[in-house]
């Protein structure tokens, strides 16, 4: 069973992507800074990170080059609510992110980006 890890300082987005993942028959892990991010990294054996690219106390760019550093073969999708936007875009692909998605996508399209990263980094 893959395993996700949803990071988000919104627990409404949080919760609503650990559930609807969950019901799709993935394990989802859950943090809330950056901190409990890069712990759960460390901790527990990932196959993705969904990472919210606006923190409350840390820049996601930062957080996906500290994961990225410890853990590079995990695959990260930058998550953004401020749509779509080419400098961030090729910021988080430089910085090794494995897709760039607007929160104001459907989930079908995240789910859809999630399948075909998890299929290429098997």
Known sequence: ???ILVVDDEASIRDLLAEFFRKRGYKVSTASNPKEALSLTDSVPLNL???DVLLDDKDGMEVLEDIKEKHPNLPV????GIGYDEELLKEARDKGAAGYLSKTLPLDQLLMEVHRILNHFK
């Open 1 to 3: 069973m893959n395993h």
């Open 49 to 51: 990170v969904i990472l």
């Open 77 to 80: 999708i930058i998550m953004t």
